[in-house]
Every structure is written in structure tokens, then in C-alpha cells.
């Protein structure tokens, strides 16, 4: 079973990942660290994330622009793909960290997020 | 203030080839301002040193540690000690930093995570650009404030050469030439007359000719 963790904001999703896996939405395997917002996010939390052994890392912020603190999650958005350079430069497959702009309050656009990295660890495999 | 980059992970992991305890030090000069070598970038590269290392199967202890600055012998004080537990300092200065350690530290072996690149301003978030070569023998007086020497392609002494095209440099239309500048910036001031006046063959000797550079300033000497 691939470990995914993803990194939420307090804005995007609202069901935990516990509900999700008991009704059968997601698989298991799944781990959601919530944030503030994901303009706290920092580059060594996504490569330590990997290095805990998540086989794809994630984070799902609000759309642009409707992020709560105006750019919060632009800025995680820039950190996400400056951490895929570096992951690449490790050997990891930039494909297994992903951002994704969520509509807030919208549990199913997080139940998406993780059913594509979900999808792309398989691919990996 | 100097500019520098990371050196590519791989070149910084082929250096802890064996290394078994780390200390990563940043500086928080020049290199943490341009967002190279501060606390943050020591952070970052001690997580993908700890993320390489842990997906070889190879253990490292990698400490994180930042001086308020490399180039002066009070914030190097604490290395002498602390230095001694490390197979390796792996610096984030500026090759000052990583020299003077060198030179400052025996029994220390430092490496450098860095490439030091060029003296330059902070043009907006995440952008910088070279404005003085350091050459020693500064004609900014005679230019408008305008250096040749860093933001000529050629760095020309008397204008600019044939491949000015429009104000653009030949190397790059992004590129401004730094002649017409100069030319436009002089005229502001109904100073291009100025220009007229030949600048004599340059004495490249204060730019590093006779070897290292030093300076020295008596009164302040203990």
C-alpha cells in the first residue's frame, strides 16, 4: 500500500482522512497534515515528508485566488516546484509531489488530489 | 553584496561520499540576503542531504548551524571546537567563508555548498544582477554612476562596440548596453561632452594581477 501524505489548509479539506478510509473513499495509507495555510508550508517539510518514506507528497491549497491570506497558497505553490527540482536531483520522480488548488470547504477536490498521487505511485511501481 | 549559488545536489552528495557527521553552516552575510547559504537554505539542504543519504541506505548525522558570519575570526571562534566532531563542514558562505575556514581551522575539513558568482543588487524578490567586478580602480566617477568594467559584455573603456543594436547588447536583447546607457544617463545631466575625452588603457593591476589583494588601514591595526 503507497504512503501518501498530503498538506492541507484549514480552508480546503474539512473531513478526516480516517472518515475517508472507512467509507471507502480513499485507500489506506493516507496521512493529511493540516496547515494554517499553505503559505507556511516550508521546502524541508516536503523533503522530509519523503524521507519519513512517503512514496508521493502533496499539497492542496485554495484556489488562487481565493486563497484566505491572499497568496498563501501562490507562495506554496512556488516551494512545491522549486522541491521538485530538488527531489529530481535526488532521483525521485518530480511527478510524486504534486500541487493542487482546491475550492474551499471542498473535501472531494483533497479526495481527488490523493486519488491522482495514488494513481502515480501505482504508475511508479 | 556577493552572489552565490547551490552547487547541484549531486556534486554536494558526491562530496559526503564516506561522511558520517556533517555540519552544515550557513552564514548570514551576503549569502543569506540573496537566499543561498542563511538559515533557510541550511534547512533545505540539510533535509535533501538527510533524504539523499537515507535513500542509498546510508546513515549520516547532519547538525544545522548558521555564524553570523564566516569572513570575520570572533564568529569563527566557536569552530575550533565544535569543528572536531565533524567528518566534514560543509559550508554555505561565500568562498571567503569557506577560505578562511581553511585557513583559520586546522584540523578542520570544510567544503564549499556553494558557487560564489558575482558582487550585485537585489533587484526584486528572487532576482539579482552584477554590478561591480571588483577591479580595483572604480571609473564610476566618469560614467554615470554606470560600470563598464561589470555591465559591458566586453568591458569596454570608450563606448560601446559594433554590436549595439538599439541600446541592446549583442549577447542578449534582454540585455541593456551599458554604453548607451552611460551615454543617456551623462546627457541628462548635459554631460556627454565628457565622453569625448579618451579613458587611457586600463591598468588591470588593482584587479588581482599581482596575486591575492589586501588591504590594509594602519590605525585601525592592534
Known amino acids: ?10 480552508y480546503t479539506a474539512q473531513v478526516p482522512v480516517d472518515v475517508l478510509e472507512k467509507e471507502g473513499v480513499i485507500g489506506g495509507g493516507v496521512e493529511l497534515r493540516r496547515l494554517p495555510c499553505t503559505g507556511r508550508l516550508e521546502v524541508p517539510m516536503l523533503l522530509d515528508a519523503f524521507g519519513e518514506g512517503a512514496d508521493a507528497v ?3 491549497g485554495c484556489k ?7 497568496t498563501g497558497s501562490l507562495r506554496a505553490s512556488k516551494r512545491v516546484r522549486y522541491a521538485k527540482g530538488l527531489i529530481e536531483e535526488l532521483g525521485i520522480d518530480p511527478e510524486l509531489l504534486e500541487m493542487f488548488f482546491a475550492d474551499r470547504g471542498s473535501t472531494g477536490d483533497v479526495v481527488e488530489a490523493i486519488k491522482e498521487m495514488e494513481k502515480r505511485t501505482e504508475k511508479g511501481a | ?12 552528495m558526491d562530496m559526503l561520499e564516506g561522511v558520517r557527521r556533517v555540519l552544515v553552516l550557513g552564514c548570514r552575510g551576503c549569502v543569506a540576503v540573496c537566499s543561498a547559504g542563511g538559515d533557510k537554505e541550511v534547512k533545505i539542504l540539510a533535509s535533501a542531504i538527510r533524504l539523499g543519504k537515507g535513500r542509498k541506505g546510508e546513515e549520516i548525522e547532519v547538525v544545522e548551524e548558521t555564524f553570523v558570519r564566516q569572513c570575520d575570526p570572533e564568529y569563527l571562534e566557536p569552530l575550533q571546537e565544535m569543528g572536531k566532531d565533524f567528518d566534514l563542514v560543509l559550508s554555505m558562505a561565500c568562498g571567503v567563508g569557506v577560505n578562511f575556514i581553511a585557513d583559520r581551522v586546522p584540523g578542520v575539513k570544510v567544503k564549499p555548498a556553494l558557487n560564489t558568482t ?8 528572487g532576482e539579482w544582477k552584477e554590478m561591480c567586478a571588483g577591479c580595483g580602480a572604480c571609473v564610476l566617477h566618469l560614467t554615470g554612476g554606470l560600470c563598464p568594467v561589470a555591465r559591458c559584455a566586453k568591458s569596454l573603456s570608450n563606448g560601446p562596440c ?15 548596453c551599458i554604453w548607451h546607457e552611460i551615454y543617456e544617463k551623462l546627457k541628462g545631466f ?3 561632452a565628457s565622453l569625448e575625452t579618451i579613458m587611457p588603457i586600463r591598468d588591470w593591476r588593482p584587479s588581482g594581477h599581482g596575486g591575492p589583494r589586501k ?3 594602519e590605525d585601525l591595526l592592534p
Open chain 2, 162 to 176: 559594433g554590436g549595439s543594436q538599439g541600446g541592446r547588447c549583442e549577447i542578449d536583447p534582454e540585455v541593456p
Open chain 2, 190 to 192: 548635459n554631460e556627454e
Open chain 2, 118 to 125: 558575482f558582487f550585485g543588487a537585489n533587484l526584486s524578490s
Open chain 2, 1 to 12: 553584496m556577493i552572489i552565490a549559488n547551490q552547487k547541484p545536489l549531486g556534486e554536494i
Open chain 2, 215 to 217: 588591504r590594509i588601514r
Open chain 1, 64 to 70: 488562487i485566488d481565493t486563497c484566505h491570506n491572499k
Open chain 1, 1 to 10: 500500500m503507497a504512503k501518501i501524505i498530503g498538506f492541507c489548509c484549514n
Open chain 1, 58 to 60: 502533496f499539497v492542496a
